[in-house]
């Protein structure tokens, strides 16, 4: 399957600006919080509590920024 959202130099761009970024995982989970960092195969979000959560890429079907 193939991760459907913004480029990599997209993602650069919303790390740096703190940007709000909206996943929605395989299982149909939402998360919202801010990106802080992204590699190859995850993406590491912080939400609005402070608690950070790591995603892999392939459990992600969509993502923006919002």
Do not use: R
Not at 24 to 29: L, M, R
Not at 47 to 57: M, P
Request: proline letters at 2%.
């Amino acid at each position: 399957m193939e991760l459907k959202g913004p480029s990599e130099a997209e993602i650069k761009k919303f790390i740096k600006l703190e940007a709000k970024m909206e996943f929605v995982t395989t299982s149909g989970q939402h998360f919202k919080g801010t990106l802080l960092w992204a590699d190859s195969s995850a993406f590491h979000i912080k939400f609005e509590n402070d608690k950070t959560i790591t995603l892999l890429k392939n459990a992600i079907v969509y993502y923006s920024a919002i």
